[in-house]
């Protein structure tokens, strides 16, 4: 560095085959990972290269010659672009990364390349984490940061007598005392909200399963065929009853060409007004990434602990789109008034349908209206007409044209998932006159087997409606539970609930040990994600205010003494670690501890002194030490050099060494 | 020129506080500096872009494996400081060589240490040579030879000794000086073209007689050694209970005088080079002369110890 003379490659200039099988066994191993997020041909690309070198290594072959490694490196950048339409992003920076990554491999010759290619394995370890953080990948961290920390050991080990066994131990000594650093780095600093460059754009990343800003046909099927988490939630008073698990998400205002969504262009409308609620029931969430901007809650929530406002149909929203699990409470209520009045916008907005499209659903309707029949009793019209004609809930409906989609559903195909119900029950209602609107989130919650948790599904996703009645404001009507529980088919997802019941696997499945074992690993990662994932900014905020500090600055503060004091610590134990060795003849031991002892009266045993000079040197400084000093040398001389090792006589020298404490000179003496 | 001008400053004030003892010398903590390296720095930027990366996605496990991976460089610092504290430099010996060629200290590096010490550099302060590292066991004692250029005759003292070490992953190297006081002495370079003196004379210019191997028997004399053992008469040994050799008078093998004096129109150094040369010839051959250095005069004798004297009088004039 800018100091001395420092001679800067360390071992040799020289990489050997060893070596260079060792990293490229290090780079396939940190790789391996992305073999599940990247396209089949990148690789294919790389396992192409990867074998490539291996054979090289075997065959002893040279180092490539420049002209080839530049032609591959053009290859790749051109496979790359081609396969992804760009070099950046995401999905088609990580595959560049490996793809270099193993060509570099080629290229390996000196203790540069050697490092540089250990950071990049580094690199390719954090790239990782974009594509999944599950408990499994913190395994892969832990084993992927082991196997790099050891590469860089072995790599700075004198070359013959580099061993792979102790750069490994090493590397597991270094990262389990880098731990408790580790840990306070990760609470104390600064977290900021939000990316700081953006994030990018979806490049073939596959889409999040979850809620979507509109409604069709076939949307919520497709969602509910996952089982993936979409929230837990904890209830830390009251639990909801079954029939109360209604988790409020977008609301759709506006149908068009078969599809409900918000039209951006209408209108402003206002702020519900909710009274008459009371917050009974408080749930804590915590959010797996959805990459929008609603905050599921209980119907209906009337606070939470995070920044939020309220969409005009009560739904809470966040600014920022949800890039990252969160974990917010919300206090709701379960019995409420939502908009006692209704104003003209809303109204004209709820009783909207543009167009001439589905005229025997339209016809219908006009018919129950024109029987002047009241608001709940249209209501009852139409749920006993999905109860008493022959509709089927079905996963798998027949698909239906376009335009007429309720028209098809209603009077020909007979056969929906909650979409196609809550949609031409929304539709019918405001054929007759009665504003409705779509609500879309999640109905039910499984319990868990340990943790006192419930689990909301993908395949939990639900849609239903809600239509104002005058002095009532919105009140929700779920058309899908006026169809018999028996409508599932086939149980194609086992995990499929629909109305207030109990959800399909809490009451089949529960004795299964396989979904008993499920059900465990769900509590470990409910865990991780509560205590690890979701600690973010607003966490962080509030863990500060726990512990009373002020802000970042004194966050900072704690972190630097902390840091200073813990590797202190570190400190401590390496150099325990490194403690002269134990001498094993006590008597010499016993012998040494009396020149240690004079030493610190000034008369240090010198190098290649004899216990017989030294014996007489401190005589002649300190004749009252004499007798002593003469009689402890005699008897080690015999015991170290002489014939006589018996055991008394050592025993009776060890004790006599033991009392030897010579004191300081008076001065008067 | 500012970097230049701190180094040189550094390396002045490490000099100053570093110093000059006996073997065994021992790395204390107050005299091990440490600094990052080239990598070190390489890994600092590495984890900066980790962090950024990790907050702008939000990624806790990117953020867990950054501060992991930077809390462990934090102690490999330590673990690197600590690999170096406490070696010593047990020994320190060097067989005189000529000016002109190289002279190898050999240290003799050991650790009291439980555990061995890993990949430490062992170089001459200054010097660009890139030393291959070795490992310091607890129990046993590791030789190094540490090779410097013999400039000038007289004593040289052994150079700075510097240690190094960037184990365990080469993000800091930690460094210690030791000056062993330590000397080894270079005897003047044999040269000169000045033919070899064919008159026999002693210091004082008497003629006098070649006392070597010959055919005419001579004397007895007292056993030095490199005195061929041949020559030993074992008859004269045992009457006189010491060892004895013959002494003849020979006229084909003379005596050698290798005058300081003698050697006129050249100036000290190169009269000492022509001495030094012309010693080692006769010492090569086998025959036996004598030195004379203005008030100093030895031999006249043969042998490696003779050869050595007179090297070391040549070298220390």
């Known amino acids: 560095m800018a100091i001395g003379t420092v001679v800067q490659a360390p071992a040799s200039s020289q990489v050997g085959i060893q070596e260079r099988a060792g990293l490229l066994i290090l780079v396939t191993l940190i790789a391996l990972p992305h073999l599940w997020h990247m396209p089949w041909w990148v690789n294919a690309l790389a396992a192409l290269l990867i074998g490539w070198q291996a054979f090289g290594l075997i065959a002893h072959s040279p180092v490539p010659a420049r002209i080839l490694r ?56 954090v790239t990782q984490f974009l594509f999944s953080q599950s408990l499994w990948m913190a395994a892969y961290l832990i084993a992927g940061s082991w196997l790099v920390l050891a590469g860089f050991v072995h790599a700075h080990m004198p070359y013959a007598r580099a061993s792979y066994r102790q750069a490994a131990a090493e590397s597991a000594r270094m990262l389990a005392l880098a731990l408790p ?7 104390l600093f600064p977290r900021l909200p939000g990316p700081l460059w953006g994030l990018p754009a979806q490049d073939g990343r596959q889409a999040t399963m979850g809620l979507s800003d509109q409604m069709s046909p076939g949307s919520m099927a497709a969602l509910a ?16 009853t079954p029939a109360e698990r209604y988790w409020r998400g977008p609301v759709f205002w506006d149908f068009n060409a078969g599809t409900w969504h918000n039209a951006p262009t209408t209108a402003k409308l206002p702020t519900p007004a909710i009274d008459r609620a009371s917050a009974d029931i408080t749930s ?34 966040v600014d920022q789109a949800i890039d990252q699990r969160i974990r917010y409470v919300v206090r709701s209520a379960t019995r409420y008034r939502l908009d006692r009045r209704l104003s003209r916008v809303a109204r004209q907005r709820a009783l909207a349908l543009p167009g001439h499209h589905n005229p025997k659903a339209r016809a219908l309707a006009k018919h129950w209206a024109s029987e002047g029949l009241s608001v709940p009793a249209v209501i009852n019209r139409a749920l006993s007409m999905f109860r008493t004609q022959p509709f089927r809930y079905t996963l798998n409906p027949p698909r239906t044209s376009r335009d007429n989609s309720v028209d098809d559903f209603l009077f020909s195909t007979r056969a929906g998932f909650c979409e196609h119900f809550a949609g031409a029950f929304t539709f019918l209602m405001r054929a007759a006159g009665v504003p409705a609107r779509v609500v879309t989130g999640y109905q039910g919650a499984e319990p868990s087997a340990v943790g006192n948790y419930w689990i909301v599904r993908n395949s939990d996703a639900h849609a239903w409606s809600e239509v104002w009645l005058a002095g009532r404001g919105w009140v929700r009507v779920d058309p899908t539970a006026a169809v018999a529980p028996s409508r599932i088919e086939q149980g194609v997802t086992g995990s499929l609930a629909d109305t207030g019941d109990l959800p399909f696997m809490a009451r089949g499945e529960r004795s299964n040990p396989w979904f008993q074992a499920r059900l465990l690993w769900d509590a470990v990662n409910a865990g991780w994600n509560r205590w690890f994932l979701a600690y973010g900014p607003s966490l962080q905020q509030r863990l500060f205010a726990q512990l009373g500090l002020a802000g970042f600055g004194t966050a900072i503060a704690i972190l630097t003494f902390g840091t200073v004091g813990l590797l202190g610590l570190v400190s401590l134990w390496l150099a325990w670690r490194m403690r002269p060795a134990r001498i094993d003849d006590p008597v010499l031991r016993a012998w040494q501890r009396i020149g240690k002892r004079l030493a610190h009266l000034g008369l240090p045993r010198r190098v290649g002194e004899g216990p017989g000079d030294y014996a007489v040197r401190v005589a002649a400084a300190r004749p009252d030490l004499a007798t002593a000093m003469n009689s402890l040398a005699r008897q080690f001389i015999a015991l170290r050099y002489g014939m006589s090792a018996g055991g008394d006589a050592r025993r009776l020298f ?8 010579p004191r300081r000179r008076r001065t008067h003496s | 020129m500012a970097g230049s001008m701190v180094k040189r400053h550094v390396e002045a004030y490490i000099r100053r506080r570093t110093p000059i003892s006996v073997p065994p010398l021992t790395v204390s903590r107050r005299r091990l500096y440490i600094l990052p390296t080239a990598s070190g720095l390489l890994f600092a930027v590495l984890l900066i872009v980790m962090v950024l990366g990790a907050t702008n996605y939000g990624n806790n496990l990117a953020f867990a494996l950054t501060f992991w991976l930077g809390a462990a460089a934090l102690v490999s610092m330590h673990r690197t400081h600590r690999n170096l504290a406490g070696a010593s430099v047990k020994q320190v010996s060097a067989t005189p060589v000529f000016a002109g060629q190289t002279v190898q200290f050999k240290l003799v590096l050991s650790s009291r240490a439980r555990s061995t010490r890993y990949a430490v550099q062992v170089s001459a302060s200054g010097s660009r040579a890139m030393p291959l590292p070795v490992n310091i066991t607890p129990d046993g004692a590791t030789p190094v030879d540490l090779t410097v250029a013999a400039v000038r005759r007289g004593y040289q003292r052994c150079p700075m000794v510097r240690l190094d070490t960037v184990y365990p992953m080469g993000l800091f190297r930690a ?52 005195d061929s053992p041949r020559r030993i008469d074992w008859k004269a040994s045992a009457r006189s ?11 084909a093998d003379p005596t050698h005088w290798f005058d300081f004096d003698a050697l006129t129109g050249l100036d000290t150094e190169a009269r000492l080079s022509q001495l030094a040369l012309w010693v080692v010839n006769a010492a090569n051959a086998g025959h036996e002369y004598g030195l004379s250095l203005r008030s100093q005069s030895i031999g006249p004798a043969s042998g490696a110890q003779h050869r050595d004297t007179c090297l070391k009088a040549l070298a220390l004039h």
């Open chain 1, 654 to 661: 060890v004790a006599a060494a033991r009392h030897f404490r």
């Open chain 1, 181 to 187: 650093v580790a840990a306070l780095f990760f609470l």
């Open chain 2, 175 to 226: 460094w210690a000086q030791l000056v062993p006081d330590v000397s080894v002495l270079i005897y003047p370079h044999p040269a000169g073209i000045q033919a070899w003196p064919t008159e026999h004379t002693t210091p004082g210019g008497r003629s006098s007689l070649s006392l070597s191997g010959g055919d005419e028997f001579l004397a007895h004399r007292l056993y030095h050694s490199g």
């Open chain 1, 225 to 240: 065929r996952s089982g993936a988490v979409a929230f837990r939630v904890r209830f830390p008073g009251r639990v909801p």
């Open chain 1, 284 to 317: 804590d969430i915590t959010l797996a990434p959805t990459h929008e901007h609603w905050l599921i809650a209980l119907d209906l929530p009337l606070q939470a602990n995070r920044r939020y406002h309220r969409s005009p149909a009560g739904t809470l929203l």
């Open chain 1, 70 to 125: 530049a032609g591959l490196t053009l290859t790749v950048f051109a496979a790359v672009f081609m396969g992804f339409g760009r070099i950046n992003g995401q999905q088609a920076g990580v595959a560049l990364l490996v793809l270099m990554l193993a060509l570099k491999q080629s290229e390996i010759t000196g203790y540069r390349d050697i490092v540089v290619v250990l950071c990049l394995c580094c690199f390719v370890l």
């Open chain 2, 241 to 251: 209970m010491s060892l004895m050799v013959t002494q003849h008078a020979d006229t």
